[in-house]
């Protein structure tokens, strides 16, 4: 990612930091970014370029790339919950196997994406 944007590693770590970058991570929690993060970084360096803060860059990107930003915040919410419902379910089974058993059976791939989505819409 940093040679195909042109920066080092570092200044992608601290814009993700700084939140001008999000990234998904993987299971082994490598960071992965889409390809239109190479487009926001030279937007970012272009905005260096001309002068402009941080904090005006920040602004300018959550403007330009605002739809953008919040699919992503979606996705990264909602693999969160689907790691805290992983969680809460491991922990289930291991504290009580015949409970975990009659909420397995009852609880499908949709109904589960259902309450994923309305703790989503409550958070």
Known sequence: ??????????TIDYYTTLG???????PSNYRYYDYSSIERIAFIEKCKGDGLSLEEIKNKVISQFSEEVDVLELRLKIQDLEKDVTKAL??????DPNKYEHFKKKLSNESLSLIQSLLLLLS
């Not at 990612?1 to 570092?10: D, G």
């Not at 491991?90 to 504290?95: A, Y």
Request: net charge positive; charged share 40%.
């Open 20 to 26: 001008l970058l999000k990234a998904e991570r993987s």
């Open 90 to 95: 491991s922990q289930l089974k291991e504290s």
């Open 1 to 10: 990612m940093a040679e195909k944007a042109n920066v080092t590693k570092r």
